[in-house]
Each structure stands twice: as structure tokens, then as C-alpha cells.
């Protein structure tokens, strides 16, 4: 079942001087994590602002279980490259916000933070301020702010590509045992995830397909199954026989693109 599809999708800036995907066709299967693999520069965290209604198409449009996106969802959710906390609240107080704004219950918000701060593993920094965090206990803040929301989707703009090689690895184990942990998905975390990456390994590793991109204006080059079974860790995806596979398919569809 298809729970978002692009059809013929189109984006301009500068009053349609630079064109960043035209006639963009992708569908995102209902309980699958769909990584989106491309050059720089070729509109990826663009479409994701579309598909959360944060920007608006120049043509074509996205639809979300069977309704054309023209606004942000509640059931929809966004964790950003850069963490988005706000510095004057405490990670409590960030992780509730978007709860609060959707008019919950004290109860059910005070529920939630407790739950998800945990999940991620902040138990005992729910009264730090973000300046207080490293940069990995911050991007565990953004999670747990957008897990609080319980969306249906969670779209994932390069949530891990500004931090170390150590901390990134320990955050995609982290998401992998959210996403994995029995009665969770789809029991109040999301039960659809669009992660836009840069690292072919990051897509392998969490992707139940990974979609490549082409340069601008952006097409959908391929899609690969990610037929590497699933409870997963990093560690396990990397030691997988199909791994050195996988990572050198997608290496050729990006490299064809760079060199050409």
C-alpha cells in the first residue's frame, strides 16, 4: 500500500530560472523506512519540505493517504539537519512543544515527554538547556520532540550528517531499535520514515528501499531493495555479504552522475 505518492512534481526558484526536480514521480510504501540518495544540490530536502507542506509545488502535487499535501499534518512529523531546539527552553520543555501546540492534555503531554525522552535515551537531562548538550544528545532532543507527536510519518532531512563518525553510528543504532522494537512502530511512532542522507552506508543501513536521485533537475535514477533482513544494527548491515553490493550499486548511480 502506498501511503505517500509524488506525482509529476516540479519546483522553480528565482521566478523559474533554476529548476530543482521537474516531473518527479516516487511512491513511499506504508511501513517502510525509503531513503533518498542524490548529488547536492538536487532538491532533496526541497521535496521533504513538500510532503510536510512546508513548501508548495510548482506543479504536479503530493499526495498523503489519498489527500493532496497543502499544509502541515498533525500525523506528520520533520526532524531537521541543524536540531531546531529552541535555546531558551529546557529538553523538556523543547520535547513538549509540539504537543502543547496540538492542545493535549497536561497529562498526556507530561506522559509523552517522560516516554519519549526516555526512548532516546535523555533520561536525566529533561531540565538541561540545549547549550548544555553535545551535539548528539541535541539531535536526541529533535527526535523526541518529533517522536512526541506520535505521527504516522516521520520525514528525516540528514538528521545525523552533522555529527562525528562515533556519535552518528551510536544514533542510527538508536533509530534502528525505535523502528525495530516490537509494538512500537506504528504504536506510536511513526510507521513510515523518509530519510534524506548523503552516506550510501546510512541508507543501507536504516533503508528498507533507498531511492537515487539525478542531479537537478532531480529524477528518480533507481530504486534499490535493501534485501538485508531485519532486526538490524550497523555493525550487522556492514558484516552482511550484500552490503559491499549494495554500496557499490549505489556508488555507480551517483558516480555517473558526477563524472558525466
Known sequence: MNRIVVEGATKRFGSGALTVFDGLELAIHDSETLC???????????????????????????VIDDLEVRAPRRNVAMVFQH?????????????????ELAGLERQTIDQRVLRYTEMVGLTGFERSYPYQLSGGMQQRAGLARALALEPDILLMDEPFGSLDAQTREILQDELLRIL????????????TVVFITHSIEEAIALGDR????????ARVRDTILVDIPRPRTVASVVAHPRFVELRDHCWRLLRERLVA
Open 36 to 62: 533518498i540518495l542524490g548529488p547536492s544540490g538536487c532538491g532533496k530536502t526541497t521535496l521533504l519540505r513538500c510532503m510536510h507542506g512546508l513548501a508548495h509545488l510548482d506543479g504536479g502535487r503530493i
Open 83 to 99: 536540531f531546531g531546539l529552541m535555546p531558551w527552553k529546557r529538553v523538556s520543555e523543547n520535547v513538549a512543544y509540539g504537543v
Open 180 to 191: 525495530q522494537t516490537p509494538g512500537v512502530r506504528g504504536g506510536g511512532a511513526p510507521s
Open 210 to 217: 533507498i531511492v537515487v536521485l539525478t542531479a537537478r533537475p
